[in-house]
């Protein structure tokens, strides 16, 4: 009845704690992880969409102008489109019926900031045709490939990270 402990009867107890610390660092390595690869998920998505939902708004508002004023003569080949603007950049452009910005905010449209990574969006008015582009990461052009699959004949890569968007013409 009278047993005696040595030296070695605590080392199943330490060792199972080991074994306990070890599955808890494994198990928050692995949570860590796929956290990480969710964000990274997540902020992708919300990328690509805002670059659809900015250049379907930007491009709705250039041919609406068109539309509200097709007898404007805004120069070039279509001359009820607005003109290119001396900055290239779209935040800059004005309807040619009105003279007025595109993106004064007095219908309630503002101009969307570009996402985090890419440049502002630029306009391009020649005799060919009108169109918009933004440049970002060269990183992202797998993304910016899903986005021309999706939109179509209307967007276009010319290089690596940058997306066009066809408004009127080629």
């Given at each position: 009845?009278?047993?005696?402990?040595?030296?070695?009867?605590?080392?199943?107890?330490?060792?199972?704690?080991?074994?306990?610390?070890?599955?808890?660092?494994?198990?928050?390595?692995?949570?860590?992880?796929?956290f990480?690869?969710?964000?990274t998920?997540?902020?992708?998505?919300?990328?690509?969409?805002?670059?659809?939902?900015?250049?379907?708004?930007?491009?709705?508002?250039?041919?609406?102008?068109?539309?509200?004023?097709?007898?404007?003569?805004?120069?070039?080949?279509?001359?009820?489109?607005?003109?290119?603007?001396?900055?290239?950049?779209?935040?800059?452009?004005?309807?040619?019926?009105?003279?007025?910005?595109?993106?004064?905010?007095?219908?309630?449209?503002?101009?969307?900031?570009?996402?985090?990574?890419?440049?502002?969006?630029?306009?391009?008015?020649?005799?060919?045709?009108?169109?918009?582009?933004?440049?970002?990461?060269?990183?992202?052009?797998?993304?910016?490939?899903?986005?021309?699959?999706?939109l179509?004949?209307?967007?276009?890569q010319?290089?690596?990270?940058?997306?066009?968007?066809?408004?009127?013409?080629?």
């Open positions: 009845m009278n047993e005696k402990h040595g030296p070695d009867d605590g080392f199943g107890v330490y060792a199972l704690i080991i074994v306990i610390f070890v599955l808890i660092i494994g198990l928050g390595a692995y949570f860590a992880d796929t990480s690869s969710s964000t998920q997540a902020s992708e998505l919300k990328k690509r969409s805002q670059l659809v939902t900015d250049a379907t708004l930007i491009q709705q508002r250039i041919v609406s102008c068109a539309f509200a004023y097709p007898s404007s003569d805004g120069g070039g080949a279509f001359a009820n489109y607005p003109a290119e603007p001396p900055s290239d950049l779209v935040s800059d452009l004005e309807c040619p019926g009105t003279s007025a910005s595109l993106w004064s905010g007095s219908d309630g449209v503002f101009y969307p900031p570009a996402p985090r990574g890419y440049s502002e969006w630029t306009y391009s008015h020649t005799s060919s045709g009108i169109h918009i582009q933004t440049a970002g990461p060269a990183a992202d052009a797998t993304l910016l490939s899903e986005i021309v699959a999706e179509g004949s209307q967007a276009l010319p290089t690596s990270g940058t997306l066009r968007i066809i408004v009127r013409g080629s």
